[in-house]
């Protein structure tokens, strides 16, 4: 191999790996229009300034968050048992099951009152309640 073949390999590993991080990155977003809200499959590795709710011992922590129109709420699991963040009419789903550390993100784009619950555990439930700025 010449030397500048073996030059060019790792400049083509490198694009490579950019280029799956943007593919990667644009499955992770998602927009709900009828509702204003966008919803972002978060990483626990991702630092965040939004208010968090931690999933932990079967519950939502906090259970009541009251936030702003336009604030992003990031779930994030610490259980050891899958969870998911459903909400009760539909407005929002972070999957079919968060893994320990998984997180989920939600950007509420309306004044209400929005109700959510695990769907593989119906007990634990929570409420964001969000108000005009």
């Avoid at 604030?71 to 407005?91: G, L, M, Q």
Wanted: charged share 15%; aromatic share 8%.
């Amino acid at each position: 191999m010449t030397r500048s073949t073996q030059d060019s390999i790792p400049s083509l590993a490198q694009r490579l790996a950019l280029l799956c991080a943007a593919v990667a990155a644009a499955a992770a977003f998602s927009v709900d229009a009828a509702h204003g809200a966008t919803a972002v499959a978060a990483s626990a590795a991702q630092p965040s300034t939004s208010p968090e709710v931690t999933i932990s011992n079967f519950s939502f922590q906090p259970p009541l968050l009251t936030v702003k129109v336009g604030t992003r709420v990031t779930w994030t699991n610490r259980d050891t048992a899958p969870h998911t963040v459903t909400s009760t009419d539909k407005r929002f789903e972070s999957s079919s099951g968060m893994d320990t550390n998984d997180g989920y993100s939600y950007v509420f784009g309306k004044a209400g009152t929005y109700e959510y619950f695990c769907s593989l555990h119906p007990m634990m439930v929570g409420k964001i309640v969000v108000s005009e700025p």
